[in-house]
């Protein structure tokens, strides 16, 4: 079975702290893809990131970082120095190699507050 | 356009009407796909296009719902005798390929009283 989990529903941080979102996911497929998506209250899922199950580099892009560990099945976002223009929900997803549907976590809220 | 676009951006209609939404992928994209966002279920795949080939329509909740893409592009999901737990947001999104990086669309809010 595929699944992708969330565990943080909500996260409140005050603008300029550091905070990681967390994304477990599971999945039989050696082969698989992993994204993040933003969707801000306007509601448009905005892409961040893709990653496959083969590259476990740890990407940097501005103040977000991924970091990808197959040991546990996760893939974390980090956000630093964190903006109220970050608040948002994000999701985490999982593709796996032959298919196409995403499978999506809950998503987690984040609340950044001046 | 330069992203996908969905209208309308916002639906309400009385449980037991006929609705259908419309897609326009980004152009180019040949893959395109619906989403379905509720409260209670999350984001969940509904149908599948890619290209000219018959959808895949396996994640169709019931028979109400159907969908169409004519001449590989614009998308139509419909949505009969609407049910108030129909009640979402309906997102559509594409990709270039299938298994690319897909693109959401700003979603189209469905409210069935």
């Known amino acids: 079975a595929q699944k992708v989990t969330q565990a943080q529903t909500e996260i409140s941080v005050v603008e300029k702290e550091d905070v990681t979102l967390d994304c477990v996911y599971e999945?039989?497929?050696?082969?698989?893809?992993l994204f993040w998506y933003k969707q801000p209250p306007s509601g448009e899922l905005v892409f961040l990131i893709r990653?496959?199950?083969?590259?476990?580099q740890n990407e940097i892009s501005g103040r977000y970082s991924w970091n990808f560990q197959k040991s546990t099945s996760s893939f974390n976002f980090t956000i630093t120095a964190s903006q109220v223009v970050d608040s948002a929900v994000y999701f985490c997803?999982?593709?796996?190699?032959?298919?196409?549907?995403?499978?999506f976590g809950t998503g987690t809220r984040l609340k950044v507050l001046a | 356009g330069a992203g996908v676009s969905q209208s309308p951006s916002n639906k309400v209609t009385e449980k037991g009407k006929d609705v259908e939404l419309r897609c326009d992928p980004i152009?180019?994209?040949?893959?395109l796909y619906w989403y379905r966002q509720s409260l209670g279920q999350g984001l969940e795949f509904l149908i599948y296009?890619?290209?000219?080939?018959?959808?895949?329509k396996s994640g169709l909740p019931s028979d109400r719902f159907s969908a169409e893409r004519t001449g590989g592009s614009v998308s139509t999901l419909t949505i009969q005798r609407t049910q108030q737990e129909d009640s979402a947001v309906y997102l559509c999104?594409?990709?270039?390929?299938?298994?690319?990086?897909?693109?959401f669309g700003p979603g189209t809010r469905l409210l069935v009283l």
């Open positions: 997803a999982l593709e796996t190699s032959g298919t196409y549907k995403y499978i």
């Open positions: 990653r496959n199950s083969f590259d476990e």
């Open positions: 152009s180019g994209h040949t893959a």
């Open positions: 999945t039989r497929d050696t082969t698989y893809y």
């Open positions: 999104a594409s990709s270039q390929r299938s298994q690319e990086t897909q693109y």
């Open positions: 296009f890619q290209g000219n080939s018959a959808p895949d």
